[in-house]
C-alpha cells in the first residue's frame, strides 16, 4: 500500500501553516519537490499574487501544478519519489461544491454529487501516496464559527476528521507554532 | 461533570459515543435534562439560541444552566465552539455568541474534565493532573 507518509496541517489564516508545509516537503528530499495549488485567480490582485508565489517557488525549486479541482488529473504529472504538497482542500472544495455556478445547478445541490468527488478525492490521494515519499496537505479551520454554510463546513470537518485518522502526523498550526497533535 | 468541547463536525458526538461504549445514558439534543438526571447535553448552543429567540433573557438562561450544573447526577456536556470568525450583522447572532460564549465559560470553569476534540483526536486540557498545566509539560 502506501509508501509515502501522510501529513496533515491545519490552521487559521496567516498560521504559517503553508510555510511550515513548504519546510516540511523539502527536508523529505523527494525526487522533486512538487506543489498541487488549488487557488482560482478571481481578481487582478489575486492573479497577480498566484504569478509571484509561482514565480518565487520555481526559484525555490519547486514544480507547480495548478489544480483547482479534480486532483485526479494531477495524478500523472507526479513522479515516483517526490514529495508532493497540496494547498489547499478549502480552496478545493469550494471550487468542486460550487461547480456549475455559471450553468446554474451547483454540485452542492445535485444528491451524490459531492459523494462522487469524495470518493474520488480519497482514492486519488491513496495513489499519491503510493507514488511519493511524502504528501503534506495543508488546509483552514473554519468550523469553530456560527454556521455559514451548512454543506460546505459538514463535508470539511468529514475530509479533516478522514485526513487526521489516515494521516501519520497531525498538526496544528497556532501563529507560526506547530502543535503536533498526531 | 465532563465537557467535550470543539468545533462543528469535527467528531465530539462520536467520541462520546465511543467512550460511553454500551453504557446506556439519556441523550438530550438542544434541550436540557430536567434539573437532577443524569444525560449527555449536546447542542447546548442550539437551546440557547431558542431562549434568546423567545426573548429569554441571559440572566434567566445562565441562571438555568446554573442550576442544572449544580443539580445532582452525572452529565457530559458537548460544547461546539461558535466564539471565533467575523462579528455578524445581525444582533440575534451577536448576542447568541456572546450568551454562548459566558454560558460556556461558566460550565469550563465548574467541569472537572475537559476533553477538546479535534478532528477525532482527543486532548484533555483540563482534569488530568499535571496535564493540565501545559506549561509544565515541556519539562
Redesign the interface.
Known sequence: MASGQLVFISGGVRSGKSAYAETLVRQAKGARNVYIASGIARDTEMAERIARHRKDRAQDGWWTIEQPQQLSEALPLIRQNDAVLWDCITTWLANELYEGFEQGSLCTDTPGCMELKWQELQNTIDSILAKTVYFAIVSNEVLDEPLVDQAYQEWLGKIHQWLASRADQAIEMENGLAIRRK | MHIVF??????KRKYVKEQLKHESSLWVESELPGMGESAVIAGLEQWIRKQLEQQRSEQDILALIRELAESSGERIWILT??????V?VDPL?RE??DVTGRSYQYLFGKAQHITRI????P?TIKGDGQDEYLHENRR
Not at chain 2, 6 to 11: E, I, P
Not at chain 2, 118 to 121: D, Q, R, V
Open positions: 470543539g468545533g462543528a463536525f469535527n467528531g465552539d461558535i466564539s471565533r470568525g467575523i455578524p447572532e447568541w455568541r479535534w478532528y477525532g483526536i486532548q
